[in-house]
């Protein structure tokens, strides 16, 4: 039988159907010392004191590695295990696992059989305060927005702050690894890798792979022969999404139509498969006015990452991105079909989205692939400086009075909900940890 991995060990709800203690819950316990240590002392009656706990280990092998502890007048320094009960260590095939070899105490639930071993055992089951597991049951059997929605209000400021903070260095973190992907597919070349996380985000929801797809056709060096001449640009971005195929009643379009087909030749543009839809979205979002939008910023722009890079306001780039769409799209969200005279700006709400979205992600990439902090802290000042999103998920936290007043609040409350509460990591969340602290009490 083979020694279990970490995984298959260590559940991630720590209590059972009949509300009994896992090892996950043991591990959280020991690893934050949440239990009464005074007058410890192991199953054979001999005192024991805990210097250090040891690092909580996440691969195969003991949970905690480099502890030390006092047993009687003897220091062992190794590695602790921890079980629900003594019998799980033969269950688990430890004694035959050399991994296992340095091990210098077995922390259990319960000390329910005597094991052959040199190292002391200490059970815990009378030594933690009822109310912590009653505090995690309650979390983990909770429904609703969120498990701790009743007890989130009494977390201190500076903790929700302090959290917060962790959070948005972990959903950057996470973007950031995306933005590297696209970074190695674009042969490591950082406005082309731009180019197209921007066109992605000009895309939103709906068209995002498709608006990605296109950018991928274009390079930017194709881009920027043609970025003073503005039919030229939207005939490239149009005409790749496949919006240039019919026979036009109007003159623009059908001169956009004219241009496509001679710069495809050209560059031998294969269209990508990734159809843009219109269903299910208001007419400003509509694929055609976005691609006139990007057309635009890439006729006021040239090397835009670099320029954002060196940009010494957020307020500069957004002044950057507040482009409107050439003429004919004032009477005009598709063609062919005139509309009332409405000029179509990029607008606050979507330049926000891109600042939030793409380009804070980017500059904390790039800050991370160099080892430069400097970018990084730049990416987090202007989302500092960024209004707040207003989702479900940040108006459903808003009910709950925390606090979202910039992107800095609305993307760490996002990541909390959607890579914590959601996957009920509570045990991990450091509002689950206050949480759980305030039920340390002592144990009589």
């Not at 690092?55 to 629900?84: C, M, Y």
């Amino acid at each position: 039988m083979q020694a279990k991995t970490k995984k298959e060990r260590s559940p991630q709800l720590p209590f059972g159907n009949a509300g009994e203690i896992t090892e996950r819950l043991l591990q959280f316990i020991w690893q934050f010392q949440y239990f009464n240590k005074s007058s410890l002392t192991t199953a054979a009656g001999e005192e024991l004191k805990i210097i250090f706990p040891g690092r909580f280990n996440t691969n195969q092998g003991p949970d905690f590695s480099n502890a030390k502890i006092i047993v009687g007048n003897t220091t062992w320094a190794g590695h602790v295990e921890l079980h629900i009960k003594t019998s799980d260590w033969k269950k688990h095939n430890h004694n035959a696992d050399k991994n296992y070899n340095n091990v210098v105490l077995h922390v259990v639930w319960q000390h329910d059989e005597p094991v052959e071993e040199k190292f002391p055992i200490l059970e815990l089951k009378d030594k933690v305060a009822k109310v912590l597991l009653q505090h995690y049951s309650f979390l983990m059997n909770a429904t609703g927005f969120i498990a701790c929605e009743k007890m989130i209000a009494a977390v201190s400021a500076i903790a929700l702050k302090s959290w917060k903070e962790r959070l948005l260095a972990e959903r950057l973190m996470r973007k950031a690894g995306v933005v590297l992907e696209y970074l190695s597919e674009s042969n490591f070349h950082w406005e082309e890798c731009f180019w197209w996380l921007l066109a992605r985000n000009f895309g939103m929801k709906v068209n995002a792979d498709a608006f990605e797809a296109i950018a991928r056709t274009i390079p930017v060096n194709i881009l920027a022969k043609h970025k003073n001449q503005i039919h030229q640009l939207e005939a490239l971005l149009l005409g790749q999404a496949g919006l240039l195929q019919d026979d036009f009643s109007q003159d623009y379009p059908a001169m956009l139509k004219k241009e496509f087909l001679f710069l495809q030749k050209k560059y031998n543009l294969l269209q990508p498969a990734q159809p843009v839809y219109f269903l299910s979205m208001r007419p400003v979002n509509f694929p055609t006015i976005r691609l006139a939008q990007l057309a635009m910023l890439i006729h006021h722009s040239a090397h835009l990452f670099s320029k954002i890079k060196e940009a010494d306001s957020v307020m500069q780039v957004k002044q950057w991105f507040d482009v409107t769409a050439n003429d004919y799209w004032h009477y005009h969200y598709r063609f062919d079909e005139p509309s009332a005279f409405k000029k179509k700006n990029l607008g606050k709400a979507m330049i926000e989205n891109i600042i939030i979205n793409t380009i804070a992600p980017v500059l904390f990439a790039y800050g991370n692939y160099h080892s430069e902090s400097r970018w990084k802290q730049k990416a987090l000042d202007w989302l500092e400086a960024t209004a707040a999103e207003s989702n479900s998920i940040t108006n459903n936290f808003a009910k709950l009075k925390v606090e979202n007043k910039t992107a800095f609040d609305s993307q760490s409350l996002i990541e909390l909900k959607t890579q914590y509460c959601d996957k009920k990591r509570c045990l991990e969340c450091g509002i689950g940890n206050a949480i759980l602290k305030s039920g340390m009490l002592n144990v009589e």
